[in-house]
């Protein structure tokens, strides 16, 4: 177990000094959101590209702590790629996890699984799920745009 924290912690570590998919564009087809945490002066933007029900790319930037920064790159590098229903799955199951809900294992979270011990620090997981839950938001305001 202390393994798996440690390569845990890596991945973390890895995601918060070498970001991958930061930097915004001004790009309009992106969807934006932007999410703050006032606790930990977390503030992060996520945007996304959707096009025929598969996300097409996924950009972030911010400043805040390294659980909220890094969550951001990794949660960009797992949905590039995703189809909009798979995407969502994998967000209600990552939330899910974080907060010590009932989640579904075979899920790949691929790297978002580093964050599961989060949910035995209350005060961090805000940090976790702000990027999470800006992407969340690009999913409905998507659907709602295509009933
Ligand atoms: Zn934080």
Known sequence: ???LENLYRQIIMDHYKNPRHKGLTDDKNYFTHHIKNPSCGDDITIQTRIENQTI???RHD???CSIC???ASVLASLMI???IDH???LTLNYLSMIMNRPFDEDLDLDDAMA???VKQFPARIKCATIAWKAFENTIKE???SHE
Do not use: L, T
């Open 1 to 3: 177990m202390h393994q």
């Open 56 to 58: 097409k790319d996924v």
């Open 62 to 64: 911010g400043s805040g």
């Open 69 to 71: 920064c890094s969550s």
């Open 81 to 83: 790629g995703k189809d």
């Open 87 to 89: 995407a969502e799955k």
């Open 115 to 117: 964050y599961q011990g």
């Open 142 to 144: 998507w659907s709602e």
